[in-house]
């Protein structure tokens, strides 16, 4: 695969794992409802990512923790996308009320086949004893089926210690889940605005936008052949908007977003179509991070660009996120095909405590006035 969708792909995206385990606080006797779960993942550049599916539990607060099903099988994460989904629990039994916290418990065989074909081991500090913990928000009303995608991008959660077939490839999952009943999806084109041409292996994000006005990357997508693409799994009654920033057969293209698209239960399902100007010629940034990530930590270097969405609409989006790597105690990482253009770029630090809980840390942006052709050294100091 080209190493720039490759980093644009390793980066964008978004890791999404929730909705696996059941705790009972808060429920009625006697009262009943239960859970169906799927695992989805979004787009990624390894040629497999193999995860060892043990269980999956749910809880409420401080209760114990409530299996809701025992897949014992291997997953390929990376054969779940466009559509496809894996089932790891059918109509789970679990008393009504709701639910924050899921965990996935996983075995021993877990690997990362790369670009070259060569299988590595993944490691998943406390997968197989604490399990993946990440938090939810269901409510499970008795006598219904709650209807559960877990979202999981990949290559987000991956980071690379002592680069190389003899390096360290830890997982750091990034996970969302969704109740798929009160989703809808946004789907439209990406096509060069010149020839009109389809932009195949194009990147698609949903973006929202916080309260402080900081881009979410909330689904990522890659569009087909004929240059559609569709980002599924949306929850309703909210708007989003659609941005991507094409690096398609060695050319790439001014970054574009659209309008914000506001979905409901009455028209879950809006279409957006973006055409993208190809640039001539492109920069890139390069720098370390200091300290370097430990075995506990997963860092993201985050590129937004200020597009503009419409009229007096201008805002900060995520046009890139690359994840740097780790060789011999120095972190480095290189953005590249970047068009000429100012960004503000972010180092985001995930670190996972002993009892799989996760904290996140961020540094200030940083503006990198990108020119064509001029690489870039921007530093970072580990918030």
Known sequence: ???????????????????????CGGSTSGSTGSMSVHLVDAPGDYLHV????????????TSGWIVLGHPNKVIDLLALVNGLSEELANGASLP???????????????????SDGSVVALKVPSGSQSGLKFPVSFDVAAGTTKDVFIDFDAHKSIF?????RSGKYLLRPVVRAVDRVVTGSISGLVTDATTHAPLAGAVVTAQQLDTTGTPVVVRTALTQA????????????????VVTQPVVGGTSYEAKASGPQALTAAAPLP??????AAVSATGSITGAVTPAAGDADADAIVVRQRLDAGTLDVHPFVVRVTLPTEASGVETYTVDALPPAT???????????SDGTETTAATASVDAAVLAGAPITLNFTAP
């Open 226 to 241: 004929d240059g559609s693409f569709q980002l599924d799994l949306l929850p309703v009654n909210a708007s989003y908007y």
């Open 343 to 353: 960004y503000g770029l972010v180092l985001e630090r995930r670190t996972v405590a």
């Open 271 to 276: 279409t957006v179509n973006l055409a993208c």
């Open 160 to 164: 690379v210690h002592e680069a190389g």
């Open 50 to 61: 193999s995860l060892d599916v043990q269980t999956i539990e749910i809880q409420s607060g």
């Open 1 to 23: 695969m080209n190493p720039i969708r490759r980093s644009a792909l390793l980066a964008l995206a978004a890791f999404a794992l929730s909705g696996l385990a059941a705790g």
């Open 96 to 114: 009504a009320g709701h639910y924050d916290q899921m965990r996935l418990v996983l075995g021993t065989d877990n690997t990362v086949t790369l």
